[in-house]
């Protein structure tokens, strides 16, 4: 605290220089109240000098012009539109190609231009719908409509998509509730938003199946393109996408596309993870991750894209392990104990401090039934391993058990 | 947990060809842009083309940006040389320097007026009318310095001047708007003598 005497030879424009003073007059601190309200009574030359000071800092900051939000987006499309493509279909400089898409805009024009709504959205559109809503701190399942409506789900809801646009929303124990079409000129996505902790599924206009997983989000359209599905996902999520040879469908992640016709498989793309994978259990995929080659797999193989040294590779597997999650059962073998709890701690919304066993290499096989609560899971695994928990107020604390 | 980025990692994310950071860093500062440009010219659609050309700009050359820890200052900074530009392009505008491009700043909104005792909006009124007084350089330091609350560095930055210059202009600025609400007491106790 200053002292009484310090804003003696205070005239306004040292006043609007002093931070306390200013933190004051903006009510952004108020423990100093007492003090300039003292001042203000002891010393009249200064409380008219601080009274001057106060009016000018809050009216001159009254009337501040802003865009509207229909403003910005609008701008944001047209600074996605006029900048240079990151398009490896141009890149390549294929002729042939070029002659495709030249014939195909021309073919569009020629349809008209006002029903025209492009079939491949860039990245950054969703990019900027995503950002708008911070996963880390939504505690609910979000839906956020088309008309920027937003709608708060129970755990395990399903929502449908009508043929006619309606959407049907379902909870876990059956109650329906339908809503009509929503207009809007400007936003025709869909955004759900899946906390940790929780999950739902969504069921798409073209009747493909999406189950997604704890911590995911998805933007999908409410009716999709004459010649396209597409819909961008990050998280993990597992598709069944219904048959249509003339339609292919699109998941969109930020590293890499999967390309199906009519397929089931598991898809997990975590912005924050290191890598990235797609598990085929019917059908075929084609996968292309940052303007690479396409890498096409077939079923019971896994296509890995690894962040940190930018290799691809595709590998056999069970594909049991990588769906049974939809079943609320988490199939471990000679899975590393620390990511056994990251895993939980995205499933159950709990936050783990493993940093006393995370150089022990510990590893589980088995299976672990995600149905149970958090406690039986930590049990069963305090069983089975030579681990003990605490939980305490914020974290549950993994420790090595003592050796006997 | 949410990691929080600072200015030079999101900047740095956006050199190296992060599309969420590009956008992240457009949705941050599109606003702030905007109130400080419609400051230089009271065409909206020329602000918005502007910041529209200075994002495309960005982030066509993003791999050979500069670095910087103060994202808002660069740009602050990239948008008034843009209008400086675009408005000298434009035929009914004279050659502008920076120091003759026009700073106003609108204060008091009609509609709260209504409810104001009269010797506060009398005030506002003085204020306003001290702020049109200001050469267009005292409007834009005092603007940055107080609404924006930027740091004498900064402003110095934008403005080309060196920290005693700079806190001289404020300090004058401040002066001149004392002195109108000063006179705004005289006529409000003048108006009270004829009131009564």
């Known amino acids: 605290m200053k002292d009484q005497n310090f804003y003696n030879d205070f005239d306004v424009p040292q006043l609007l220089e002093d931070r306390d003073f200013v933190n004051w007059v903006k009510s952004r601190d108020t423990s100093n109240n007492l003090f300039f309200e003292a001042l203000k009574r002891d010393n009249k030359e200064l409380a008219e000098k601080i009274e001057t000071a106060s009016f000018i800092l809050l009216n001159l900051s009254d009337n501040e012009p802003s865009l509207s939000k229909k403003e910005v987006q609008k701008m944001w499309s047209n600074i996605k539109q006029k900048r240079q493509k990151e398009n490896p279909f141009l890149r390549k400089a294929n002729y042939l190609k070029l002659i495709a898409v030249a014939a195909v805009s021309l073919a569009i024009v020629y349809i008209g231009i006002d029903n025209y709504i492009s079939p491949a959205e860039s990245l950054s559109t969703y990019l900027s719908i995503t950002q708008q809503t911070n996963l880390e701190s939504a505690h609910e399942i979000q839906l956020l409509l088309p008309n920027s409506q937003q709608i708060t789900l129970s755990d395990r809801s399903e929502v449908k998509i009508n043929n006619d646009g309606a959407i049907v929303l379902r909870s876990q124990h059956g109650n329906k509730t339908t809503l009509n079409k929503t207009e809007s000129s400007f936003n025709k996505y869909f955004h759900l938003i899946i906390p940790r902790g929780k999950r739902a599924s969504v069921i798409l206009a073209d009747g493909s199946h999406v189950t997604l997983k704890p911590g995911s989000q998805m933007v999908f359209p409410s009716q999709f393109h004459k010649k396209r599905r597409e819909v961008y996902v990050e998280g993990e999520a597992f598709f069944e996408v219904t048959k249509n040879r003339l339609k292919p469908f699109v998941v969109k992640t930020q590293k890499m596309d999967v390309e199906v016709l009519g397929t089931s498989f598991n898809l997990c793309a975590y912005p924050k993870k290191p890598t990235q994978s797609v598990v085929l259990v019917t059908g075929a995929v084609q996968v292309t991750s940052q303007n690479r080659e396409h890498v096409n797999i077939v079923p019971n193989q896994r296509y890995l894209f690894n962040n940190t040294n930018q290799k691809e590779s595709v590998s056999k597997v069970d594909v049991e392990d990588y769906i049974s999650w939809k079943e609320d059962i988490l199939t471990l073998k000679s899975e590393a104990l620390t990511s056994v709890l990251d895993e939980l701690s995205n499933y159950y919304n709990v936050s783990f401090d493993y940093k006393a066993v995370a150089e022990a290499n510990i590893r589980l096989s088995g299976k672990l039934d995600l149905k149970q609560n958090i406690g039986e899971i930590l049990n069963v695994l305090s069983l089975i391993s030579p681990i003990e928990y605490k939980t305490t107020n914020t974290q549950i604390k993994i420790n090595l058990k003592p050796k006997i | ?196």
């Open chain 2, 1 to 196: 947990m949410p990691i929080v980025k600072n200015d030079s990692q999101w900047w740095d994310s956006f050199r190296n060809g992060d599309e969420k950071a590009f956008s992240w860093i457009f949705n941050n500062y599109v606003q702030s842009l905007y109130q400080y440009g419609i400051r230089f010219v009271a065409d909206e659609d020329l602000v918005k083309d502007s910041i529209q050309e200075l994002f495309i700009k960005l982030y066509n050359n993003r791999s050979n940006l500069s670095a910087t820890d103060n994202i808002q200052l660069y740009l602050f900074r990239a948008l008034k040389n843009r209008l400086i530009n675009n408005l000298s392009n434009k035929k009914d505008f004279i050659s502008l320097s920076t120091s003759t491009l026009p700073f106003e700043v609108e204060n008091s909104s009609d509609a709260e007026l209504e409810d104001e005792e009269w010797s506060v909006t009398l005030r506002k009124l003085q204020l306003e009318k001290g702020m049109k007084n200001l050469t267009p350089r005292q409007r834009e330091a005092i603007y940055l310095r107080y609404i924006k609350e930027m740091s004498i560095d900064e402003i110095c930055t934008l403005l080309n001047l060196n920290q005693q210059s700079a806190r001289n202009l404020i300090h004058r600025g401040i002066e001149k708007l004392r002195k109108e609400l000063s006179l705004a007491i005289i006529l409000l106790f003048l108006s009270f003598f004829i009131i009564h």
